[in-house]
């Protein structure tokens, strides 16, 4: 199984833009097999005020919920310590290596597709 990331701050999307990039992205994905998502959403350290940010938060709220997606876990979450992240990194081959594990980043939010 692969871990893929998609970057929302790649070309400082509106936040409209982001979301309607982000399912868009992640649609594809999981059409592809993949079983987890890095999202790259920046948290509003250049004035924004999290935007985007809260607003994927939002938006993966709502997939959790109406159980579109298995669950997510925001960057501060991203530990060796927490379940859920054990649960991505023993299933996809490729994400031991990802380089904001155990940073405390809060500017990325890793999702668990179904």
Known sequence: MEFKTINLKEF????????????????????????????????????????ICLAV???LI??????KIKFYITGNEWTLEDSRAREILYSCKNSPQ??????????ITIVCLK
């Open 12 to 51: 400082n999307p509106s936040v409209e833009l982001a979301i309607a990039n982000l399912e868009i992205e992640l649609n594809i994905l999981k059409n592809a097999n993949v079983k987890a998502v890095k999202i790259i959403h920046g948290y509003g350290s250049h004035g924004m005020g999290g935007a």
């Open 57 to 59: 938060r939002r938006y």
């Open 62 to 67: 709502n997939l959790t919920k109406n159980k």
């Open 98 to 107: 990802d380089e904001d594990l155990g940073h405390f980043n809060p500017g």
